[in-house]
């Protein structure tokens, strides 16, 4: 069956464009039924038609919580079976995370646990660190503390500045979250209690994107 997935994003939306790119060459079995946004504005809204989209300012709502309940709302609308969070610039809620826990993911660009938020290449950079990366991960209520499922790894090089290394792990992002989704709307990854299982097996560390564009454990 044909995985019904929404997409939710601040920005431009170049994760989302991978996906639809990757649905028209049918190397992924889904559907894009929703882009929802915090920003009125946002580029991604508009690479998919009027009624597949959903966007609301949160200064038109009295507090997060009325905004994440609408956002809810809005999303258990297009029914979906995944939700991708693909440059969603907002923290979500607790109520938000656990109404649609077990099937939102999001794409972050460090190799997590290391560096959760923002400023991700600098504070790399800063460290001293031999590699930076991508992760697709799980949900939860804390900041880019859920279960990750999925990275890409990207050495760093001599001279590099956080910009040169941020487009390199964004040649990577695009790649890894399509596999990871092949293995989401296959039914062969999912998250237990905090615990990744392959194919109904314990996974102890997360797959890995080779250099061909495919996961492996």
């Known amino acids: 069956m044909t995985a019904r ?15 639809i790119d990757a649905i028209a060459a049918g190397t992924l079995d889904a559907e894009v039924i929703g882009v929802l946004s915090d920003k009125p504005d946002a580029s991604a809204l508009l690479k998919v038609a009027p009624e597949r989209r959903w966007a609301r300012s949160p200064k038109a709502f009295a507090d997060r919580a009325a905004f994440d ?3 809810g709302d809005a999303l258990a609308g297009f029914a979906p079976d995944w939700i991708v969070c693909a440059g969603y610039m907002r923290i979500l809620g607790e109520a938000f995370v656990q109404r649609f826990a077990g099937r939102l993911i999001n794409i972050h660009p460090s ?4 560096y959760k938020g923002l400023h991700t290449h600098a504070r790399a950079l800063e460290a001293g660190d031999a590699e930076a990366g991508a992760s697709v991960h799980f949900v939860v209520p804390d900041l880019d503390a859920g279960t990750v499922l999925a990275q890409a790894h990207v050495p760093v090089q001599a001279g590099d500045t956080p910009e040169a290394l941020a487009q390199r792990v964004l040649a990577v ?10 293995w989401l709307v296959a039914g062969r990854v999912a998250e237990r209690h905090g615990q990744l299982q392959v194919d109904g097996h314990p996974l102890f560390s997360p797959l890995r994107l080779d250099c061909a564009g495919e996961l492996n454990a």
Do not use: D, Y
């Not at 997935?5 to 601040?10: D, G, P, R």
């Not at 190799?111 to 290391?114: A, D, E, Q, Y």
């Open 5 to 19: 997935i929404a997409v939710l994003a601040s920005g431009r939306g170049s994760n989302l464009q991978a996906i």
């Open 111 to 114: 190799l997590l646990p290391k």
């Open 69 to 71: 309940a609408a956002l």
């Open 173 to 182: 992002e695009h790649p890894l979250l399509i596999a990871s989704l092949r």
